[in-house]
């Protein structure tokens, strides 16, 4: 997608604060002292309002991380807004595609965009003013996880929308107490067990790596052998530098033997001792096969976060163009 013309996006309303401030300030360059007194009384107000128009009117562009300066302004974003999830930091260090910003050098809106089970799952950070209003004119349903802050302006947008919880566990260092050995031992998985991975995991599994080389590779799997597959996965689903969230997921009629659990228990071991990292596990609240697995495994609620979901509206757009068919991750195990 072509990056927009900031002045052509703008129009007449943008000139008008543009001949406004060469107007006044012509008028008042005679008297020194009254031109300075200008610039300090109208100066930031024509500034505010230029930058107020630029985000109702410029909607948001597709993100190239391979700019420095892109990729220093959304990190900072990130670290402003933290989240349990870890699908925008895992996507901008990645430099996966899907991310969409407001200005191509230094975005104060950021989006990650992939396509779900008759969704779109969005993932923002920064400010919503330019995000929510092109978000909600999209012609799918959204599912969005957010700031808290983003609501306000998502109400009053978009109006009514569904709400959703996901908790994120993690070990507490206070209270971790080891937990049993499972009695199966789980193997790792390696370049050679592509095949059998895609033919046992479900469509979901490969949206955080976009490939099984990549998950391998920079991530881990462990896998609990049964004829030419596998009964149980567990692996890496996304990443950062301090911490990997995890994903499990057990063959149906496999359920209940604890071989997901034996699967999770090999690749926590392996991300806390091996990777030196702090294991996430996130699910709905209301996934309770997963969150009890969770909890056999010692990992305790850490973070709480609210998913928002509304239908398209009346009015919409076209869906960008090039988000990758996606899958539903929650499953229980």
């Not at 509304?310 to 988000?323: D, F, L």
Request: with cysteine; charged share 25%.
């Amino acid at each position: 997608m072509k990056a927009p013309d900031w002045h052509e996006l703008c129009g007449k309303r943008m000139n008008r604060f543009e001949t406004l401030d060469r107007k006044m300030l012509r008028e008042a360059s005679a008297v020194p002292l009254v031109r300075e007194s200008y610039r300090r009384r109208f100066g930031p107000w024509i500034e505010r309002e230029k930058a107020n128009l630029m985000f109702r009117r410029a909607g948001m562009i597709p993100l190239n991380l391979a700019n420095p300066l892109a990729s220093r302004q959304v990190e900072s974003l990130l670290d402003t807004d933290p989240t349990g999830l870890l699908a925008l930091p895992h996507a901008s260090r990645q430099r996966l595609p899907g991310l969409w910003g407001n200005d191509p050098f230094s975005p104060r809106s950021v989006l990650l965009l992939r396509e779900g089970d008759g969704q779109i799952e969005a993932f923002g950070a920064g400010d919503p003013r330019p995000a929510v209003g092109w978000l909600a004119g999209l012609s799918s349903p959204i599912a969005l996880l957010a700031p808290p802050q983003w609501r306000t302006e998502i109400t009053a947008i978009v109006g009514e929308y569904d709400v959703g919880t996901v908790v994120t566990r993690s070990y507490a260092p206070l209270e971790y107490a080891p937990p049993r050995p499972p009695t199966l031992v789980a193997r790792r998985l390696t370049l050679q067990d592509a095949a059998a991975f895609t033919a046992t995991a479900p469509s979901w599994a490969l949206r955080g790596w976009r490939t099984f080389d990549t998950l391998v590779t920079q991530g881990a799997a462990f896998g609990i052998p049964h004829g030419d597959g596998f009964a149980a996965l567990a692996w890496i689903f996304e990443a950062t530098s301090r911490s990997d969230a995890l994903a499990v997921y057990t063959v149906p009629r496999y359920r209940l033997l604890g071989l997901g659990r034996a699967a999770s228990f090999a690749l926590l071991d392996h991300v806390r001792h091996v990777r030196g990292k702090a294991p996430l596990w996130s699910a709905s609240a209301d996934n309770e096969a997963s969150n009890a697995l969770a909890e056999s495994l010692g990992l305790f609620p850490r973070v709480t976060e609210t998913i928002l979901r509304w239908p398209p509206r009346s009015k919409t757009r076209k869906q960008p163009v090039g988000i990758a068919e996606e899958g539903e991750r929650s499953e229980p195990s």
